[in-house]
């Protein structure tokens, strides 16, 4: 049993231009973002989503199963919100209690376990794909038993372990010949990572199989049409993402653990594909996707309103999945930029400052008077959801977070993810000393030394124009993409990457008509936005507007949320009518520009309701 790797780690034999690293290869510090964020993610988060799983009936829906009185409570797929926090508990090396053994006594001997069907609906099991979930709660459970594989020992992981391969011989045997798919990918990802672990090839080739059988109408029209499952085209053949977010990414992901460990280039040239035109015109500036809250959908191109934003909790998690494989597979830094924008902003807005609250949905703009009295459309994020898929994927994800920022082999390191911590490659140990991303410097020391030649490589990104850096002092060439630094090191070797990070104001293409005549203030790979409680006069929020002659300022004194904010020139457009259209041209009554707090967009909603808005109208003087 492999116990030492994260989430996703190719074969040997895989395609895959670059590898991770073991898991105690890497250290994060807990005074970092990301090492807090873990950290919190630890004594919170998770044990926040336990709790939930006994308050909301998900556990209790599996001990009825074993005999247990009672009805069924919450969605039908309830069972995979159970994994996900397993899975969370695994890779936080914390207790897992009873679900271990509870999972084992309800499993079928045939090995199907899934509480839904077993006790109320056995002559639906198997029956109706297209919305059954059967295979992704599957897929979560053998994710659950990937990391019980790679981070813990004794019972509880065996046991799980067990239960998973157990469900997917299960599945080889029923599917392995079969033209059916789940109408919610997930079980790609899976079962190709349990193949990782286990070496057993049919995992694999069933994998793939589910990523070729889909796009060929097997799931009929359901009730948005095929391509809501991404079943109206092959993955080989579609040209442009499309359905809902959430499975489209996941199916994507998986195909990306498929084509590298198959050696299909033609496969992994249609996902990247893919990313273009999801990244092209779909994806909000925040990294968010899916502007379509009726089927948590991907809009037509350029369909991106801010008030609208759906940008699933789980979709942004998805799609830096997806991103981590495509990393690994072609080593192209766009996939690292995308995975920082993702957590800066997409992933991290996600979860409140207590670490027991969370969006499912994640707007750009939240309008005065909103009714945020529905889960559907909150104005601040709530401790849980009637369909609770973000909560415990967000566990999962934080769990096992020092896994996604580097990568190593014997010849180097590889840093993606800047944060303080310690890294270990090849016999060299460095340690990594910054407070990014408030402040521009990483310094890197390198601690120990192997032998020989040996490469660290940074990643200069896109968002920067202008990267410095230096080698004990002297000044080396920093282009985009990776800086591969290879030589002989010595201990106390010390390089300074310095990421100028001046304020920034961004349009989105014309195209966008949503936010037309707008901007967005950007610092590095943080988004800020503009929050109703930092406003310091009495003006209607949606009158508000940006100066963009007027410079951007940098403020260190912090209100208790972050310690980097942004001093930004706004003035007040009084309404000259009160009907709701008008004749133009209209007068232009600005007020002087003055200077409101922004800040970042993931912390917005930790204080009182209100407005809120990453874009705001630019003033006309």
């Not at 069972?79 to 397993?86: A, E, Q, R």
């Amino acid at each position: 049993m492999d116990t030492s790797y994260g989430p996703v780690v190719p074969t040997p034999e895989a395609v895959s231009a670059l590898r991770p690293l073991p898991r105690d290869a890497v250290a994060l510090s807990p005074a970092s973002l990301l090492g807090g964020w873990q950290e919190r993610n630890t004594a919170a988060t998770l044990p926040h989503c336990t709790g939930q799983l006994a308050e909301q009936g998900n556990l209790a829906n599996v001990r009825r199963v074993t005999g247990a009185d009672g009805e069924f409570r919450g969605f039908w797929f309830a069972d995979s919100d159970i994994y996900k926090t397993l899975e969370a508990a695994f890779w936080a090396d914390q207790e897992v209690g009873e679900i271990p053994a509870l999972l084992e006594k309800a499993q079928d001997p045939d090995g199907y376990l899934n509480s839904y069907y077993q006790v109320d609906h056995r002559d639906k099991q198997w029956a109706e794909l297209d919305f059954s979930h059967e295979m992704y709660c599957a897929g979560h459970l053998i994710q659950a038993a990937v990391a019980a594989a790679r981070s813990a020992s004794g019972d509880a992981a065996v046991q799980v372990l067990s239960v998973a391969r157990r469900f997917a011989d299960l599945l080889v045997r029923r599917y392995a010949a079969s033209n059916e798919v789940d109408g919610h990918p997930e079980i790609e990802t899976a079962l190709a990572e349990l193949y990782r672990v286990t070496g057993h090839r049919p995992y694999l080739d069933l994998a793939a199989r589910f990523v070729e059988n889909r796009g060929h109408g097997v799931l009929g029209e359901g009730r948005f049409g095929p391509r809501y499952f991404q079943d109206h085209e092959p993955v080989r053949t579609a040209a442009e993402v499309t359905g809902h977010v959430v499975r489209q990414v996941y199916l994507l992901a998986g195909a990306v653990d498929v084509a590298v460990e198959t050696g299909d280039t033609a496969l992994l040239d249609a996902v990247e594909r893919l990313w273009d035109s999801a990244l092209d015109s779909r994806t909000y500036l925040t990294g968010g996707q899916g502007s379509r809250h009726r089927d948590e959908a991907y809009g037509d191109p350029y369909e991106l309103p801010p008030d609208r934003a759906y940008a699933e909790s789980c979709a942004a998690i998805g799609s830096f999945q997806w991103a981590w494989r495509l990393l690994l597979a072609t080593g192209n830094a766009k996939y690292a930029d995308e995975m920082e924008r993702l957590l800066h902003n997409g992933i991290a807005g996600s979860t409140g400052i207590d670490g027991a609250t969370f969006f499912y949905s994640n707007p750009l703009q939240l309008r005065t008077g909103h009714d945020g009295s529905h889960e559907d459309a909150p104005s601040q994020r709530l401790p849980w959801y009637s369909c609770a898929c973000c909560p415990p994927n967000l566990a999962r994800l934080m769990a096992s977070l020092d896994n996604y920022t580097a990568t190593g082999s014997e010849r180097g390191l590889q840093l993606h993810l800047y944060t303080a911590g310690t890294f270990r490659a090849g016999g060299h140990a460095v340690e990594v000393e910054t407070t990014y991303p408030w402040d521009e410097t990483i310094a890197v020391t390198i601690t120990e030394v192997g032998p020989g030649p040996w490469t660290l490589s940074l990643r200069i990104p896109a968002w920067c124009t202008d990267a410095r850096l230096t080698v004990n002092g002297d000044p080396v060439p920093a282009g985009g993409g990776h800086v591969a630094l290879n030589r002989t090191w010595l201990v106390g070797d010390r390089v300074e990457l310095t990421l100028v990070m001046l304020p920034r104001l961004v349009a989105a293409h014309p195209r966008v008509d949503a936010v037309r005549g707008t901007a967005a203030v950007v610092r590095g790979p943080i988004v800020y936005c503009v929050e109703h409680a930092d406003v310091p006069f009495d003006a209607e929020f949606e009158d508000l507007e940006l100066d963009p002659s007027a410079p951007l300022h940098v403020s260190r004194d912090g209100n208790g949320l972050a310690p980097v904010l942004l001093r930004i020139p706004l003035r007040v457009r009084p309404t000259d009518t009160p009907h709701l259209y008008r004749t133009l041209p209209a007068p232009a009554r600005a007020t002087s520009p003055v200077a409101v707090t922004a800040i970042p967009y993931f912390l917005w909603a930790n204080r009182e309701p209100g407005p809120m808005r990453v874009f705001i109208p630019l003033s006309e003087r």
